[in-house]
C-alpha cells in the first residue's frame, strides 16, 4: 500500500486498498478485488483491543491461490483500549510475532497476507488466512476442557 495510511477500521477497506495490499505481498498479481462483503464486529465483547472482521473477497477474473475469504484485524476505538494498547505495545508485538517469528515455531498460525504497522499512529492491520471453521476464544468466559484440548 505504500505511503497510503493505514485504515483504522473495516469501515475504510476498499476494493483498491486490498487490491494493493495483497498485490504488495505477492498473494494475487494479476487480479484485482473488485469488490467484497464484509462481516464487521466478528468478535464483538470478546476482542476488546482490536476490532475484527470476516471478509468475502470478489474477484475480477480466477488467480490461482488467491484467498476468497480473510480476517482483517484493526487497532481498538475505545480510546481508553487503545491507550492500554499503546502502552504495553500490544499491536507492534503482534505484527512483530507474524513477520519476525510465527514461521519459525511449531504452531499453527493464520497464513499472513498483510501485514503493516506504523509506529508513529500505533496504527495497525493485518490481513489472515480465514481458519474457518475456528471461532472467536472469549477471553472473559474463557474456554471449556474440550475446546481447550484442540
Known amino acids: ?3 497510503t495510511p493505514l485504515p483504522k477500521g473495516p469501515e475504510e477497506l476498499t476494493p483498491a486498498l486490498l487490491t494493493a495490499a495483497l498485490r504488495s505481498t505477492g498473494t494475487i498479481r494479476d487480479s484485482s478485488v473488485t469488490s467484497f462483503d464484509m462481516k464487521p464486529d466478528i468478535a464483538a465483547g470478546t476482542g476488546f483491543m482490536g476490532q475484527l472482521a470476516h471478509v468475502t473477497l470478489h474477484y475480477d477474473g480466477p488467480e490461482e491461490g488467491a484467498p476468497r475469504t ?3 484485524k484493526f487497532p481498538t476505538p475505545v480510546p481508553e483500549n487503545r491507550q492500554v494498547a499503546e502502552i504495553f505495545r500490544f499491536y507492534q508485538v503482534e505484527t512483530s510475532f507474524y513477520r519476525e517469528i510465527a514461521s519459525q515455531v511449531e504452531l ?3 497464513r499472513v497476507y498483510y501485514n503493516a504497522y506504523d509506529p508513529a499512529s500505533g496504527d495497525f492491520v493485518l490481513l489472515i488466512e480465514d481458519l474457518a471453521p475456528a471461532t472467536c476464544g472469549d477471553q472473559v468466559e474463557g474456554c471449556t476442557a ?3 484440548e484442540l
Do not use: D, S
Open 70 to 72: 480473510l480476517i482483517a
Open 1 to 3: 500500500m505504500g505511503t
Open 108 to 110: 499453527r498460525t493464520p
Open 146 to 148: 474440550e475446546q481447550a
